[in-house]
């Protein structure tokens, strides 16, 4: 007989910053990679990872561990939001 194991999970932030001044950028942590986007951007991202780990680490957990609920929440709290949030936020400004 054959034994099935466990695939152990596995979860990852990735991180695009879209907007350039010419420097190629590559941050990466256990849990996440962040590529390109100017100084500022990839600085804001950044942080927001290491702070969304933060919040993960106070809770006793992994990215992995979280619902997409409770992942949401956390992103939400450091100041990430999804894109369709966002696009309602800009069109109520309009």
């Given at each position: 007989m054959v034994e099935k194991r466990k695939k152990k999970k596995a979860a990852m932030m990735l991180g695009l910053g879209l907007d350039s001044d010419g420097h190629k950028r590559v941050t990466t942590g256990p849990n996440f990679a962040l590529l390109g986007g100017s100084h500022d951007t990839h600085e804001a991202m950044t942080e927001k990872a290491i702070k969304i780990n933060e919040k993960l680490a106070a809770k006793?957990?992994?990215?992995?561990?979280?619902?997409?609920?409770?992942?949401?929440?956390?992103?939400?709290?450091?100041?990430?939001?999804?894109?369709?949030?966002?696009?309602?936020?800009q069109d109520k400004q309009e």
């Open positions: 006793g957990k992994k990215l992995e561990d979280v619902s997409r609920e409770e992942f949401d929440e956390i992103a939400h709290s450091v100041g990430l939001q999804r894109r369709k949030e966002k696009d309602k936020d």
